[in-house]
């Protein structure tokens, strides 16, 4: 990476990563504080990491349903900002170091392609349904929660030799790990870390563990962590038709065996590598003909369906929220599969409760 630490703190750096910054946030009572003296603000940023006095912000928590209960972690305004000019630097170079089917938090990528690319993949694989393509389905364990800093540290070192660019990166991660020492034992963040630690596999100091939910660097510091996985499985267990998505990944191939003899392998490597174990109920093999439940939706040959929990919980929000851009929202998504009587369901659902209101 040639890229300089002038270069993510440069001014010019700073103000465009404000304006990608702001996007969707400019009523938050924080940004707009934080705006009255914009250019202030910005200078005084600069100087304390020209100087190296700069030290990350306390994180705020919040708990979100995606779909599940998640504690994300929100950090101030202008650490935030410093995510985005260290994400412009640092994204371009990474991106081309990443494997073609890895789509997570990646430009032109997305949930939608790497669906399309499974159904494209699983066609090669079944001759076009001439022979039987079975599908290996992988998920880890408590993802962001587990990973380890000094890893991911140790990866990044490889590939930058600015060591002031070094020392800033380290800033931002080692932010997270006082949330976790500070947290109650009753809390999330804490019950997951003793969680880990109880693994004979895992690092033992829980305090260098895992990224927050919420930051933008987190994206990309969990897609070169993964990347390790992606190169391993390519380069080393030869596997050619392989997706990532996040911590979700498929293996295809015609042969079951070959498939499950590819587990250990995996799973030594998660342990020993990246300090991560695979969910125990989460690894399956099924043929693609009795249908495949990835990224939200269960694919066939020759169609695909949305998974029973979407459609369950699409139906409650609609019924709590009969909003016309969470409509819309739906509907949108809908396209992207067999959904005629889901579409009816939800339009139906949609002006009966709006018509209560």
């Known amino acids: 990476m040639s890229h300089k630490f002038e270069d993510i703190i440069s001014l010019e750096n700073l103000c465009l990563a404000w304006e990608e910054f702001i996007c969707g946030k400019r009523g938050k009572p924080d940004v707009r504080e934080f705006a009255c003296n914009l250019m202030d603000n910005i200078i005084a940023l600069r100087e304390d990491l020209a100087s190296k006095v700069y030290q990350h912000g306390n994180y705020k928590e919040r708990h979100i349903w995606?779909?599940?209960?998640?504690?994300?972690?929100?950090a101030p305004v202008r650490d935030r900002l410093l995510h985005h000019a260290i994400y412009r630097i640092l994204y371009p170079f990474f991106e081309c170091t990443f494997i073609g089917d890895s789509y997570s938090c990646r430009i032109d990528k997305g949930v939608h392609k790497a669906f399309n690319r499974f159904r494209v993949m699983a066609y090669k694989v079944s001759r076009n349904h001439k022979r039987t393509c079975w599908v290996l389905k992988c998920d880890i364990k408590k993802f962001f929660a587990s990973i380890d800093q000094d890893v991911i540290f140790g990866i990044l070192k490889q590939y930058i030799p600015d060591q002031d660019i070094l020392w800033l990166l380290g800033q931002v991660i080692r932010s997270f790990?006082?949330?976790?020492?500070?947290?109650t034992k009753g809390s999330v963040a804490i019950s997951r870390d003793e969680e880990i630690a109880a693994s004979p596999s895992a690092p033992r100091n829980d305090?260098?563990?895992?990224?927050?939910?919420?930051?933008l660097t987190s994206q990309l510091f969990s897609n070169i962590y993964m990347n390790e996985l992606d190169r391993f499985v390519k380069h080393r267990l030869k596997v050619r038709h392989y997706i990532?998505?996040?911590?979700?990944?498929?293996f295809l191939h015609h042969d079951r065996e070959w498939l499950e003899a590819q587990i250990p392998s995996v799973e030594k490597f998660l342990q020993e590598r990246l300090h991560l174990q695979l969910h125990p109920n989460k690894v399956t093999i099924n043929?693609?003909?009795?249908?495949v439940d990835f990224l939200g939706w269960v694919h066939f040959p020759d169609h695909r369906v949305l998974r029973d929990a979407a459609k369950r919980r699409m139906m409650r929000r609609l019924q709590a929220h009969s909003l016309y851009e969470i409509l819309q929202s739906y509907l949108g998504l809908l396209q992207h599969g067999n959904t005629f009587k889901m579409r009816q369901k939800v339009l139906?659902?949609?002006?009966f409760w709006h018509d209560l209101e």
């Open 287 to 291: 043929t693609f003909a009795s249908g």
């Open 348 to 351: 139906q659902s949609y002006w």
């Open 177 to 183: 790990a006082t949330v976790s020492s500070r947290a």
């Open 244 to 250: 990532r998505y996040a911590d979700d990944s498929v």
């Open 207 to 215: 305090s260098k563990l895992g990224l927050p939910l919420g930051n």
């Open 66 to 74: 995606d779909p599940k209960r998640r504690l994300i972690h929100i």
